[in-house]
């Protein structure tokens, strides 16, 4: 059974700070995808990383993915408030299928 | 480019009773998706269609979960009877199906809450 596990869960920090995400799975795959969830609201698609050593940036966002060490990095830089959100990674296991399995997501708040 | 259009988007039941949700994907997407995320969760699958077909619903409790989409278009959800354990938000995503890259659609979700 696939696994994707997040951490930390939880991460307050200040603003202008620095800091990563991380997001380990069980097994095998070349595809996965960030996601950011506001309260009380529906998923934004972020980032799509397709490949091993893959690397996409975003504004103060940039994520990676290692698919040999089964992780991937959400990595933000000098952090502002208007970030503070749930992050969710999701990982597509199923060749062909597109089916997802998501993490346990990361609520991140910003601090002024 | 309209996104995918959720009804309700909020629901209280008791349990028991029957409910239903409506999703409307974007315009020519031929994959949908209905994940529940249970507060505090990740969203989990439930089923996924291609155009009016099931292509996977490993994880949708059929005892009391149904969902179709006729027409490959929209799709409805339903629970009947409801548990107390369904309260959750319902997601219906799409996505266009071809090749790698593909990106899954959220809309705004259905709020149940069943008492």
């Known amino acids: 059974e696939l696994k994707v596990e997040q951490n930390p869960l939880f991460l307050s920090m200040q603003e202008g700070k620095n800091y990563t995400i991380y997001c380990n799975y069980s097994?095998?795959?070349?595809?996965l995808y960030w996601y950011r969830q506001d309260p009380g609201k529906s998923l934004e698609s972020l980032f799509v990383?397709?490949?091993?050593?893959a690397v996409k940036q975003e504004g103060r966002l940039m994520a990676s993915l290692d698919t040999k060490a089964r992780l991937s990095t959400l990595h933000i830089t000098a952090a502002v408030h208007d970030l503070s959100a749930t992050y969710f990674c999701?990982?597509?296991?199923?060749?062909?299928?597109?089916?997802?399995?998501f993490g346990t997501g990361t609520r991140l708040t910003i601090i002024p | 480019e309209a996104g995918v259009a959720q009804s309700p988007r909020y629901k209280i039941i008791e349990k028991r009773q029957s409910v239903a949700f409506w999703c409307n994907p974007i315009?020519?997407?031929?994959?949908l998706y209905w994940y529940q995320q249970i507060l505090g969760q990740g969203p989990k699958l439930l089923i996924q269609f291609q155009n009016n077909g099931v292509v996977d619903d490993s994880q949708l409790p059929k005892d009391r979960f149904s969902a179709e989409r006729l027409k490959g278009v929209d799709s409805t959800l339903k629970i009947q009877p409801a548990k107390l354990e369904d309260s959750a938000v319902y997601l219906c995503a799409s996505s266009r199906t071809s090749g790698r890259g593909y990106e899954q659609f959220f809309g705004p979700g259905t709020r149940l809450t069943v008492l």
């Open positions: 999701a990982v597509d296991l199923n060749f062909g299928n597109e089916k997802l399995t």
């Open positions: 315009s020519g997407h031929a994959t």
């Open positions: 990383l397709l490949s091993n050593g």
């Open positions: 097994t095998t795959s070349d595809r």
